[in-house]
């Protein structure tokens, strides 16, 4: 089973660049989430979806797009990438509201 | 501000006795409560969770106990292993939404 998919696993791009973070799951899950992991802050959520077609915006969206256009997948854009979203990021899937999400194994990206 | 705090970085225990660790919270409105071990370079992953009508769950050699009126979680791990050396997250929930505290990092000695 390979439950949720990060791709690409490592990117280091330069300021300005833009790049899109792509999750997938096979497990047919409605919800799906982006967080970002920096030292000492725990995990923050960026945006999330609550079905194919649907976003919301997180707890630190900015500098930030996503799309759901299929439902196993959800992608995250930066436009325009700055040294501040160096970070890991990780994206999650459940299959509704009180149930616990599974995780990938995270983005690890470095803007210089 | 952080809705849902950590406050102990780090913990270290003897093997075969009781690891617990807590977590605290300021939103009431959070209704659905869990914890996640992480290893490094992988992904949290799901450990226990509890809602907010229950105060305790118990899963093998895991407990998670919830005071609604102190906005507190606890995670025991008893007998505590060497393979649960790892940092845990706690979560609380409303409704789809998420929030995570800083994390612990247990280290359990041989």
């Known amino acids: 089973n390979a439950g949720v998919t990060q791709t690409p696993k490592f990117r280091v791009l330069k300021t300005g660049q833009s790049m899109t973070l792509l999750c997938a799951q096979d497990m047919n899950h409605e919800y799906m989430y982006w967080y970002r992991q920096d030292p000492g802050m725990g995990l923050r959520l960026i945006h999330y979806?609550?079905?194919?077609?649907?976003?919301a915006k997180g707890e630190v969206p900015d500098g930030y797009n996503v799309s759901r256009l299929k439902k196993q997948n959800f992608l995250l854009g930066l436009e325009s990438a700055a040294p501040s979203q160096t970070s890991v990021y990780f994206c999650?899937?459940?299959?509704?509201?009180?149930?616990?999400?599974?995780f990938g194994d995270g983005t690890r990206l470095s803007i210089l | 501000d952080q809705q849902v705090k950590q406050n102990s970085p780090s913990l270290s225990v003897q093997e075969g006795r009781i690891s617990i660790l807590n977590c605290d919270y300021t939103?009431?409105?959070?209704?659905?409560f869990l914890w996640y071990k992480k290893y490094p370079a992988e992904g949290p992953t799901f450990l226990i969770s509890i809602s907010s009508i229950k105060d305790k769950n118990e899963d093998g050699r895991f407990t998670v106990f919830l005071n609604k009126s102190a906005k507190h979680l606890s995670l025991h791990i008893v007998p505590s292993q060497p393979g649960d050396s790892a940092v845990y997250f706690c979560a609380a929930s409303e409704w789809v939404e998420f929030y995570f505290g800083t994390g612990t990092s247990l280290t359990v000695i041989p």
């Open positions: 979806s609550v079905g194919e077609g649907t976003t």
């Open positions: 939103n009431s409105m959070f209704d659905y």
């Open positions: 999650a899937s459940t299959k509704g509201s009180n149930q616990p999400q599974h």
